[in-house]
Nanobody, 126 residues
């Protein structure tokens, strides 16, 4: 069974950067598309970005383009979310997710995914 594990979150000052990682403790990650989501306190879950199996296609939420970058290293079995120029409104729990039951290219809709990690907390504050 595929189990996703996120890491790399933490407390950073505004303007700082973080690189979040998503890896697996089960099946090879390169067989699956991966998406990143986040949920801020009191807000709905929102889809940030997705990447296809080979990494040839990526998608970033328009409002985050220029600061967020998704990539993957299938040799290291890891998908990354690079976040630059962090702002307080980026404070949230960040999750990676994938779809295991059927084929999917790339999506940022939460209902397209059936396997989720536990999340990693990102807090942006002075």
């Amino acid at each position: 069974q595929l189990q996703l594990v996120e890491s790399g979150g933490g407390l950073v000052q505004p303007g700082g950067s973080l690189r979040l990682s998503c890896t697996t403790s089960g099946l090879p990650l390169n067989d699956y598309p991966i998406a990143w989501f986040r949920q801020a306190p009191g807000k709905e879950l929102e889809g940030i970005s997705c990447i296809t199996r080979a990494g040839s296609i990526t998608n970033i939420m328009d409002s985050l383009k220029g600061r967020f970058t998704i990539s993957r290293d299938n040799v290291k079995n890891t998908v990354y979310l690079q976040i630059n120029n962090l702002q307080p409104e980026d404070t949230a729990n960040y999750y990676c997710a994938t779809r295991t039951r059927s084929w999917l290219a790339c999506s940022r809709r939460q209902y397209d995914f059936d396997s989720w990690g536990q999340g990693t907390q990102v807090t942006v504050s002075e």
